[in-house]
Nanobody, 124 residues
């Protein structure tokens, strides 16, 4: 079992930056691929980016603006968000996956554990 707790959300103006953190429990954190998803009001949850081994996968809307990193010693994964836009407003979720198939990392069904989410609001 892995428990995930996100933090770092808040209100920011367009063009600003935020860094989200996702703290994980469990001693096997380094064995999991980690991803970030988001869900805006009235919309489905969508993939943002993921990291598995040495590879990173991005959704097109965030390429060049968002990055993912992890610190296995701290059992934490980070989402650095720069040049934020109002359309980035959503609840952001981190998730952990045991899958060996990278194609599944862009799908919410590819993940085994989820955090509770943290709200990010970008004002125009």
């Amino acid at each position: 079992q892995v428990q995930l707790v996100e933090s770092g959300g808040g209100l920011v103006q367009a063009g600003g930056s935020l860094r989200l953190s996702c703290a994980a429990s469990g001693r096997t954190f380094s064995n999991y691929a980690m991803g970030w998803f988001r869900q805006a009001p009235g919309k489905e949850r969508e993939f943002v980016l993921a990291m598995s081994g040495g590879s990173t996968y991005y959704a097109d809307p965030v390429k060049g603006r968002f990055t993912i990193s992890r610190d296995n010693a701290l059992n934490t994964v980070f989402l650095q968000m720069n040049s934020l836009k109002p359309e980035d407003t959503a609840v952001y979720y981190c998730a952990a996956s045991r899958t060996i198939y990278s194609s599944l990392l862009r799908r919410s069904t590819g993940y085994d554990f989820w955090g509770q989410g943290t709200q990010v609001t970008v004002s125009s």
